[in-house]
């Protein structure tokens, strides 16, 4: 009885020893199993530090670690062979690299910020806090990139803005808050341009057609564009003729277009008299041509005589000064 419990307590001690041999050799194989470069050559990285995991496969999780500050934003910073083994020893890894020449660079992942953006927060605090009219801006520097982390929602501010109205020049500092790492000041200057809204075609037009009121909308011109001959209401444009193909959403000038003849010289024309007393109308024959309001010669074709009158409406005058004489 007693041999046969000693058979069995040194089956259980040899049992045990070959369990922890098995498990020592399990842990220490899975330790000491080698890492490998990961295979792009430029690695983004969304945090603020580069981790191990960040270069290699791998990478036990109880081995993880920070290795470096993650580059400023549009900044790389390389590893090279030395740093990356100089890494691998202090972590107590293994590395078989192919090649001496290996190295990998890490940015930090960013998105561009719009100009638009800023140029319309400028627009809108310029004209709403310190100017009374719209304006548009253009910045000194305008192929600049604004570079913010990528994934994170930005608070922009405006924690100055001051302009100079004798050089229509501004500066301003704006703090962008990426909320995932430290605010940016940027400090941002240019021209500022006044605005006009001008009356301009929507669609194309082609010379010899009339503009009709359908035709026209209105559209916000740096006033620098504009001149003394610019047409500044829908007035001075409905019922004109084009004298030149015109172009859709451009300012149009005076010379650009020339009243609708409403009545053309050798046309019967209606001749009105009209007071408060009567009214009396009869027909002539228009000896010129004429626009609307303007006055033109025509001739009575019974007495032959000339008379005077305004163009209101097509091939329909009205007497600028009534006599009776002048329909007789």
């Known amino acids: 009885m007693l041999g046969r ?3 069995l307590f040194i089956s259980l001690i040899i049992t045990v020893a070959h369990l922890t041999i098995v498990g020592f050799t399990a842990t220490t194989s899975e330790a000491t199993s080698p890492v490998y470069l990961k295979s792009e050559k430029e690695i983004s990285v969304r945090a603020n530090q580069v981790w191990l995991s960040d270069i290699f496969h791998n990478i036990p999780f109880e081995s993880d670690t920070v290795i470096a ?10 590893f090279r062979y030395r740093d990356l083994k100089t890494i691998i020893l202090h972590n107590k890894l293994q590395w078989r690299p192919n090649s001496k020449r290996v190295s990998r660079s890490v940015v930090r992942k960013s998105k561009e910020l719009s100009l638009k953006v ?3 927060l400028i627009e809108n605090k310029l004209s709403s806090h310190i100017l009374n009219y719209e304006v548009e801006v253009d910045f000194s520097t305008p192929q600049r990139r604004i570079l913010v982390p990528y994934g994170s929602q930005q608070v922009i501010t405006i924690d100055d803005l001051s302009y100079d109205d004798r050089s229509n020049f501004f500066r301003a500092s704006i703090k962008i808050d990426p909320e995932i790492s430290e605010p940016m000041t940027l400090l941002l200057s240019g021209r500022v341009h006044p605005l006009v809204a001008m009356p301009v075609l929507k669609k194309h037009i082609s010379s010899g057609n009339i503009i009709k009121h359908e035709d026209i909308s209105w559209k916000k011109i ?8 610019s047409i500044s209401s829908a007035e001075q444009l409905r019922g004109q003729v084009a004298r030149r193909p015109l172009i859709a959403g451009r300012i149009i000038r005076a010379s650009d277009v020339r009243p609708q003849k409403l009545v053309n010289k050798g046309d019967f024309v209606v001749v009105q008299l009209r007071n408060d007393a009567m009214s009396l109308s009869t027909r002539g024959i228009s000896i010129e041509s004429g626009s ?3 006055i033109i ?3 009575n074709p019974r007495s032959k005589k000339i008379i005077e009158a305004k163009i209101i409406a097509p091939n329909l005058t009205i007497i600028q000064t009534p006599t009776q004489s002048a329909l007789n």
Not at 223 to 229: E, G, L, P, R, V
């Open 69 to 78: 500050t993650t580059p400023a934003l549009g900044k790389k910073f390389i």
């Open 292 to 294: 609307r309001n303007e």
């Open 222 to 229: 740096r006033s620098k564009h504009t001149s003394y001959d």
């Open 118 to 120: 800023l140029r319309n």
């Open 5 to 7: 419990f000693r058979v």
């Open 297 to 299: 010669k025509i001739r």
